[in-house]
């Protein structure tokens, strides 16, 4: 059994090493859709387009989700049936189509009472943190109880049915598209794909880690800071991304929190952030107004563009400096 697939690349000004991944990820994938979210078009487009990549401009419209969305249904036009999902400066190990394929064929052979044409599963690689040089944590699920891989020890399947994942390096079938249908683009950027796997869970779509494959990655710009002895990392996230962090992560914590309580283990992150933002990062005040508004906004469900949704704040907090 054998799928077609294709990949959407997100681009956001792009440095011309990242460009330079692009042509690699030309010769590895047989339909390659580059969304490039730079407000202004780059003349970089032609050159790519002429390796038979789609390149699609979107303006940033509707952040991450929008392009995932508008790169999905163009890959879906041309007959793919699997979709991957990369960050323009994933860097693929040898043989990570064909590894996460065949992991497909078999979520395949175990959906019941499904056919080839709509079996629904995502399916996401095991991630190695480049900045921290380590495995991200990933989480399990048994029912609805969600427990934390010990990745010290070696897995004992080469699927395991996991509860969450980042959406760089992972698959989505065409049946889960089609049952789980668009990315909320209200949520624009962060908690994208949380958002995603939560509805994936709510309509039983399984979620599989590819334990066979490693993606490594970068997450963020960390930098490694003491704090009474204590070794932190300090990613000095600008206030805006601050305020989606804080506000997607309340709102998803809020509308999924019966079904699964372990939903509101996203908002640790924001918390363990704060303290070594206020301590060592920049731009610590408009940082402070950027939680402040995010935590009222995802306790009022207030979603969309900042932008569009508080003008003057929006703004305010993407003045630099």
């Not at 790169?71 to 693929?92: K, P, R, W």
């Not at 080469?158 to 209200?186: N, Q, T, V």
């Not at 731009?283 to 935590?295: H, Q």
């Amino acid at each position: 059994m054998s799928f077609s697939f294709g990949a959407v690349v997100v681009t956001y000004f792009p440095t011309d090493g990242q460009l330079a991944n692009l042509h690699a990820l030309s010769r590895m994938c047989p339909r390659l859709c580059v969304v490039d979210n730079t407000p202004q078009p780059g003349d970089w487009h032609g050159k790519i387009a002429e390796e038979r990549v789609t390149v699609l401009h979107n303006g940033n419209r509707g952040g991450i989700a929008g392009a995932f969305n508008c790169g999905i249904a163009a890959l879906e036009a041309q007959g793919a049936e699997l979709f991957f999902l990369l960050d323009q400066d994933s860097v693929l190990p040898p043989g990570y189509f064909e590894a996460m394929c065949e992991a497909a064929e078999k979520a395949q052979g175990m959906a019941e009472g499904e056919g080839k044409d709509d079996a629904a599963f995502l399916i996401g690689p095991l991630v190695h943190d480049t900045n921290l040089d380590a495995l991200i944590p990933q989480f399990g699920l048994q029912g609805k109880r969600v427990y934390q891989f010990d990745l010290r020890k070696p897995f004992t399947e080469s699927l395991a049915r996991c509860a969450f994942m980042i959406s760089s390096g992972s698959l989505i079938s065409r049946g889960a598209w089609a049952r789980l249908g668009r990315f909320d683009e209200r949520y624009v950027i962060d908690h994208v794909d949380t958002d995603y796997c939560m509805r994936a869970l709510r309509s039983e779509v399984p979620l599989y880690l590819n334990t066979q494959v490693v993606l490594h990655h970068r997450i963020g710009e960390l930098e490694a800071k003491s704090l009474f002895g204590w070794k932190i990392y300090v990613i000095n996230y600008p206030a805006v991304r601050r305020y989606y962090i804080t506000r997607n992560a309340l709102d998803l914590s809020l509308a999924h929190m019966r079904a699964f309580p372990a939903i509101l283990f996203i908002n640790v992150y924001t918390l363990k952030q704060i303290l070594p933002m206020l301590i060592f990062e920049r731009d610590r005040l408009r940082k402070s107004v950027a939680l402040l508004v995010g935590c009222f906004d995802g306790l009022f469900g207030r979603l969309g563009g900042i932008r569009e949704a508080r003008p003057r704040v929006g703004r305010y907090l993407s003045r630099s400096g």
